[in-house]
């Protein structure tokens, strides 16, 4: 288990990193997009289109860390009230819910890559598949987090908490 935690650990870090290198550049794109339309009277055609696209990326990564991590939003109040055994079914339950969640973006959204191969992004002159990919690696991501979450409880391990108190980074 530790060195699936390793690995795991090592993929999130890097989706993390992946994450804020695309909000960087969607920054930047949208800066160059407002500077060329009121600065130069000539803003560039592609930058909205691949701003969405990194837009989507860095969603869909640091959503997927943020499962690992114990950071997706849950409702915790009633599970303030009920015993430590039922909060540990409630995390049970929310796990699972969400690794079909994380399946389900994977299924469709490989439909949705498929279905649309064909389709071109005129001022990017990429497949519009491409759109739906970080879809399917975020969902992924999601799924697998959430197996780990899953087996980390099975095992008596410590998890990063959602509704059991605290959150932060999975233990080693």
Same mark, same amino acid.
């Given at each position: 288990?530790?060195?699936?935690?390793?690995? *795991?650990?090592?993929?999130?870090?890097?989706?993390? @990193?992946?994450? %804020?290198?695309?909000?960087?550049?969607?920054?930047?794109?949208?800066?160059?997009?407002?500077?060329?339309?009121?600065? $130069? &009277?000539? =803003?560039? &055609?592609?930058?909205?289109? $691949? =701003?969405?696209?990194?837009? =989507? @990326?860095?969603? *869909?990564?640091? %959503?997927?860390?943020?499962?690992?991590?114990?950071?997706?939003?849950?409702?915790?109040?009633?599970?303030? $009230?009920?015993? /430590?055994?039922?909060?540990?079914?409630?995390?049970?339950?929310?796990?699972?819910?969400?690794?079909?969640?994380?399946?389900?973006?994977?299924?469709?959204?490989?439909?949705?890559?498929?279905?649309?191969?064909?389709?071109?992004?005129?001022?990017?002159?990429?497949?519009?598949?491409?759109?739906? *990919?970080?879809?399917?690696?975020?969902? %992924?991501?999601?799924?697998?987090? =959430?197996?780990?979450?899953?087996? /980390?409880?099975?095992?008596?391990?410590?998890?990063? %908490?959602?509704?059991?108190?605290?959150?932060?980074?999975?233990?080693?």
């Amino acid at each position: 288990m530790q060195m699936i935690a390793t690995v *795991l650990g090592a993929i999130a870090r890097v989706a993390l @990193w992946l994450a %804020a290198t695309c909000m960087i550049l969607m920054t930047a794109f949208v800066g160059w997009q407002v500077w060329g339309r009121y600065v $130069l &009277n000539d =803003s560039p &055609n592609w930058t909205e289109a $691949l =701003s969405i696209l990194l837009m =989507s @990326w860095f969603i *869909l990564l640091g %959503a997927a860390v943020g499962t690992r991590e114990g950071f997706h939003l849950s409702f915790d109040l009633i599970t303030h $009230l009920v015993p /430590r055994r039922a909060k540990v079914m409630m995390d049970v339950a929310s796990d699972l819910v969400v690794l079909i969640f994380g399946a389900g973006m994977v299924v469709y959204g490989g439909q949705l890559a498929l279905g649309t191969f064909g389709a071109t992004i005129p001022v990017l002159h990429i497949s519009v598949a491409h759109t739906y *990919l970080p879809v399917v690696v975020g969902g %992924a991501l999601v799924a697998i987090f =959430s197996l780990e979450r899953l087996a /980390r409880r099975a095992a008596g391990l410590r998890v990063a %908490a959602t509704t059991t108190g605290g959150h932060g980074v999975t233990e080693v």
